[in-house]
């Protein structure tokens, strides 16, 4: 079991920066890919950025350039730092992981931080 809490939502002016946190549970948290993802009412979840447990990352083009995911596994956090802001970024954003154990996968989601740009 690993839970996800996540942190640093709010209302932002189009242009601004937010940096949202996901703090895990467990010791196992350095060997874990990390995603963010977004979700907007009536459409389907979007991976927004991934990074691995060797730190290699990647991103949705709509965001590259813009957001940055890091890790810092001392904290058992994932972090996403999203600067030039735009209305289409507003969305619930969630931290997710997977777990592998014997052959099964199994799939973390933590509650979500809404993030509203708007001005």
């Known amino acids: 079991q690993v839970q996800l809490v996540e942190s640093g939502g709010g209302l932002v002016h189009p242009g601004g920066s937010l940096r949202l946190s996901c703090a895990a549970s467990g010791s196992l948290f350095r060997i874990y890919t990390m995603d963010w993802y977004r979700q907007v009412p009536g459409k389907q979840r979007e991976l927004v950025a991934t990074?691995?447990?060797?730190?290699?990352?990647n991103y949705a083009d709509s965001v590259k350039g813009r957001f940055t995911i890091s890790r810092d596994n001392a904290k058992n956090t994932v972090y996403l730092q999203m600067n030039s802001l735009k209305p289409e970024d507003t969305a619930v954003y969630y931290c997710?992981?997977?777990?592998?154990?014997?052959?099964?996968?199994?799939?973390?989601w933590g509650q979500g931080t809404q993030v509203a740009v708007s001005s």
């Open positions: 997710h992981t997977e777990v592998w154990v014997a052959g099964r996968r199994d799939d973390y």
């Open positions: 990074i691995t447990s060797g730190g290699s990352t």
